[in-house]
């Protein structure tokens, strides 16, 4: 991801290079429509893990709080990945579907539009 800068000549440190997280990486990760979430989520993942251990194992950590979560069918619902239609593949490792350091992930269900409907 480039990083543009306010001013030609400013220099500094990148402090959340891949480097800097010993194997992990930074995922971004929306629930669209769900506003009991302010902003995405970043989650520190390895990139060898499938998608199917991604969903039980790290997902619910950062949405399992929402009323919502356990009614989620993941048979129906969709995936942006950066910005573009995304079908996972759940038992690919994150980083083989082309998931790397800062992408940023939007999960959308078209049954579930948040508490009392309160999607945006």
Do not use: C
């Not at 220099?11 to 669209?32: A, C, I, P, S, T």
Request: glycine share 4%.
């Amino acid at each position: 991801m480039p990083i543009q800068a306010y001013f030609d000549n400013y220099k500094g440190e990148v402090k959340d290079r891949v480097e800097n997280f010993h194997g992990n990486q930074l995922v971004y990760v929306n629930w669209d429509q769900h506003l009991l979430f302010s902003a995405p989520f970043t989650l520190m993942v390895t990139p060898s893990l499938t998608y199917a251990e991604f969903i039980k194992e790290v997902l619910p950590t950062a949405f399992n709080q929402h009323p919502q979560w356990s009614e989620v069918n993941w048979q129906t619902a969709s995936w942006l990945l950066d910005g573009r239609a995304f079908t996972p593949q759940m038992k690919v490792s994150l980083i083989d579907q082309g998931i790397n350091h800062k992408s940023f992930l939007r999960l959308q269900t078209p049954e579930l539009t948040g508490i009392a409907n309160a999607s945006v």
